[in-house]
């Protein structure tokens, strides 16, 4: 009798730990949520923003150096590129949705940048050194992708979440958390794992490293010295603008 007790008694608290442990992921999967619907809201009500955008992504099976490049981007569509550090010091290109045939401008560095190229931003050029075309640049995007693989699954259990405590990042003060999706590439998932600094006064990632299923680094981003609400002008985005080479 008192062996049958002890076993009630421990599968009673096993039960109530589990449950527990289910609320507690439930909560953070919604914490979260929260806090990129904040960061989504914050993008929403600005027009433009520059930044330092630090980019390295692994290319067939090959992780590249990192690219540091001078952003500029304004809404509706329009993004201006310069990269400010070697490999490709001098590269600068120039989108706007709409104009030039929907094509980049881009003028490369060293001899290569004699002349200005129009590139199509999906053409087998450009996508041979990038995992993504520019039309799918930007900070909201990058929000609408993790919010949309949080979205994916109603079972809390399927997606841990991991608090990392408060990091400073690009000077910022920011959230370090990691996002662990099932390591099952049939869910159709976007990868298995997102490690992501979030600013504690903006909400907005700053930094987010993305690992596939054999939790290889694919993708790493960081958005240094971010300045919303730049006021940028059309001037900004002008291939004749005397700051720039096209």
Known sequence: MHNRKLIGGIIFWLFVFEFCASLVGAYDKVDIENWLNEA?????????YTAIFHKQERIKQRLTSEETIFLKFKKSFKVYMKWIKEPYKGRESLYVEGYNDNLIKVRECGIAGMITLNIDPKGTTIMKGSRHPITDSGLETLVKIIKANLKKSANPKEVNIKEHGEEKVFGRTTRKVEIIFPKDKTKNYYCYRVLMNLDVETKVPISVHIYDWDDSLIESYGY????????????DFDPNNSEYRF
Not at 40 to 48: A, C, G, N, P, Q
Not at 224 to 235: D, F, N, P, Q, V
Request: hydrophobic letters at 35%; aromatic letters at 0%; glycine letters at 4%.
């Open 40 to 48: 989504e809201s914050t993008l929403t009500r600005t027009d433009s």
């Open 224 to 235: 240094e010295a971010i300045k919303l609400h730049a006021g940028l002008t059309e001037a």
